[in-house]
């Protein structure tokens, strides 16, 4: 059978196509290649979309349960202070026996006093989760109201979320994936004169 | 049969010549438009997340303000009961301390231009602006409420019948993920906030010292405050009314210090009822007073209120003494009878020297029943301790301490000024007696509380 076959190619096409279909295979297999490298580029690339596109999701998701759970601690949070002496400011918060502390400080000390997962340090607060196999760490740091922005008692408690995940590039930093900023006013503090 | 199927599926004509290059490009251009396809899904779950931070950026840039202006509005409480649109009225602007309408401030700026940047260690990371702000006391945003709230009792802003103030704020603001005059995301918030009647003001502001200075243009900056020790109670500083900015008052040696933006209250002015006796005029060399004896002149005795001139009763419980001039007192004491509340005028200087006491003679008695008001200076000098339980109440003049010796006062000093060189203890100790609480132009703004029902609203 097979014989036949070859026999049949060999004699009907002698005379036209000999050599051209090596050729055409040539091209052929060429251009499918090349169409292959296109295509796996491109599935490469939208996978590489897809990754960051879930991560900054994820990134996203992980400040906004942040900032809620800030929020909420805002909300519930009471020194138990007498109020007079808490609206003037004078309140050492953080037990470092300054008595400059305010409201700003009394929500940041207890939002680093809350959190389970945080090693706390008195600016930073982080933790971590993982997505994809990345470990995706966010951090909030305590940002310094500018003097005026928030007079005595010093209601205003800012914090800066970012998140980030190891390094990739091979600079040795980092990658930031999201970041965001957010002001809070814990409610007692507006019970002041 | 079969070999003529096979020669025609297999044998190659001339029509088919090239076949396989198109059938390779078909499937390759298939493969480039599946992959084509999928990166541009992918490319738009990527726009997606993108956006979505954009947007989120945007609500925080919108809570940041919303922070923001609740901290104006409570810097600011006179807003809290005015429309937007009547925020840069003078008549707000005078007893607002931020800056409302002039170009620094410009918090009520709700224009195109009116974006305020949000600045984190130098960068601009978004920006706000209020949109509106409508004060609400009858349950109708179409109504012009400005101003309409009692001040006194929450159930007299009640209309559902629950007791509870239904006074209430609308602020809307915007948040953009841009500096101000940038183009990006916009996300509208709008959350209602609840105003109630500030019944802890007053006990929170509880005045031991309490100092204006400067003509009421600027919060007062004490140079000789001197070493003091107030117990109980705050050093509270005036705080400047009208497009400046709401600034913390000086520290002074640790002690509790607040600013407000209301003034002393006024000198007692004498009753004038008809029928009674119109005031007691006492000798301005309190030695020559029948009432006084052995270095004491007792004041507000009720046999004394019955029976002589001196002490009358004008019909409210109080018992009015003026002396015309200056008052010195060396090595003097007045005492009251713990019993009567004694209000003593002077219209000139105060002056103690060396040891006094200006007290009365009941130690359960506090400073209620005793006021001293000063059209003058107070001045302490000398040498030896003097004791005060009563209230000091010089709302024009300086209250100058110096020599050595223990001050000790239990109640309150109100005073224009102050300087303090004095070498001793100097205790306030202040205690019940909330004089300020009578007067007018005490009334508290009403209190914000925790805002509710937050929207998310297209921004237009």
């Known amino acids: 059978m097979l014989k036949t076959i070859i026999t049949l190619k060999n004699t009907k096409n002698k005379s036209f196509d000999r050599g051209f279909i090596t050729i055409e295979i040539l091209i052929a297999i060429f251009i499918a290649f090349g169409f292959l490298a296109v295509s796996l580029q491109t599935l490469v690339l939208a996978m590489v979309f ?37 609206c003037d400011g004078n309140l050492d918060l953080d037990g470092g026996g300054t008595n400059n502390d305010g409201y700003g400080q009394g929500l940041w000390n207890e939002l680093i006093e809350d959190d ?32 005026g922005a928030s007079p005595t ?19 040795g930093n980092a990658e930031v994936i999201a970041n965001r900023y957010v002001e809070v006013i814990p409610d007692e503090a507006l019970e002041c004169p | ?70 901290n104006l509005l409570n810097n600011n409480r006179v807003l809290t009961v005015y429309n937007l649109d009547t925020w ?72 559902d019948g629950d007791g509870e103030s239904d006074a209430r704020g609308l602020l809307t603001v915007r948040g953009k993920d841009v500096a101000a005059t940038e183009d990006g995301s916009i996300t509208q918030i709008q959350v209602e906030i609840p105003l109630g009647v500030n019944t802890q003001d007053l006990v929170d502001l509880n005045p031991a010292i309490w100092i204006v200075q400067n003509d009421h243009t600027a919060v007062p900056s004490i140079t000789n405050f001197g070493t003091v020790d107030v117990n109980g109670a705050n050093v509270v500083l005036y705080q400047p009314s009208g497009e400046g900015d709401c600034i913390d008052p000086p520290d002074l040696g640790g002690e509790n210090t607040i600013s407000d933006s209301r003034n002393l209250p006024p000198l007692a002015t004498i009753p004038n009822p008809t029928g009674l006796t119109k005031k007691n005029t006492l000798n301005s060399n309190i030695t020559l007073d029948p009432h006084y004896n052995s270095g004491e002149l007792l004041l507000g ?59 009365n003679s009941s130690n359960a008695a506090t400073s209620r029943f005793l006021e001293i008001h000063v059209g003058g200076n107070v001045t302490i000098n000398g040498s030896g301790n003097v004791n ?21 006062v239990t109640g309150s000093i ?10 001793g203890t100097i205790i306030v100790n202040a205690d019940d007696y909330t004089f300020y609480s009578i007067t007018p132009n005490r009334t508290p703004a009403p209190l914000t509380f925790r805002p509710s029902g937050w929207q998310t609203q297209e921004a237009d």
């Open chain 1, 50 to 86: 897809q990754v960051g596109a879930q991560k900054e999701q994820r990134a996203d998701q992980l400040i906004q349960e942040e900032i809620e759970a800030l929020n909420d601690l805002g909300s519930t949070l009471n020194f138990g202070a007498n109020t007079a002496d808490a």
């Open chain 1, 116 to 147: 389970p997962l945080i090693a706390a340090t008195s600016t930073t607060n982080s933790s971590t989760t993982t997505i994809l196999g990345r470990t995706l760490t966010i951090e909030g740091t305590q940002v310094a109201i500018p003097a």
């Open chain 1, 153 to 171: 008692p010093h209601r205003i408690l800012g914090v800066s979320y970012q998140v980030t995940e190891p390094d990739v590039d091979g600079d």
């Open chain 2, 1 to 70: 049969m079969k070999f003529l199927i096979l020669k025609t599926l297999l044998l190659r004509k001339r029509k088919d010549e090239g076949f396989t290059l198109p059938i390779v490009i078909a499937i390759g251009l298939v493969m480039v438009l599946l992959s084509a396809v999928n990166l541009v899904q992918s490319g738009e779950e990527n726009l997606n997340a993108l956006s979505q931070q954009g947007s989120s950026d945007a609500l925080a840039a919108a809570e940041i303000g919303i922070a923001r202006y609740r």
């Open chain 2, 88 to 159: 840069t009225n003078a008549w707000v602007t005078g007893q607002a301390c931020d800056s409302i309408s002039s170009t620094g401030g410009g918090w009520a700026d709700n224009s195109a231009t009116g974006w305020r940047n949000i600045t984190v260690a130098g960068n601009t990371i978004g920006s706000y602006r209020i949109d509106d702000y409508i004060y609400d006391n009858d349950d109708n945003l179409g109504s012009n409420n400005n101003n309409d709230i009692d001040l006194v009792s929450d159930a007299n802003n009640d209309i």
């Open chain 2, 301 to 359: 005795t009720l046999s004394d209120v019955q029976n002589t001139s001196e002490g009358s009763h004008v019909g409210d419980d109080r018992y009015y003494f003026e002396y015309t001039g200056d008052l010195n007192l060396d090595n003097e004491d007045i005492i009251t009878d713990g019993t009567a509340r004694v209000i003593i005028y002077v219209s000139g200087n105060l002056t103690i020297s060396n040891a006094v006491n200006i007290t």
């Open chain 2, 388 to 408: 005060i339980k009563g209230l000091i109440h010089a709302p024009g003049g300086t209250v100058t301490m110096s020599g050595n010796g223990n001050v000790n």
């Open chain 2, 414 to 423: 109100f005073a224009n000024d102050w300087n303090n060189t004095r070498t």
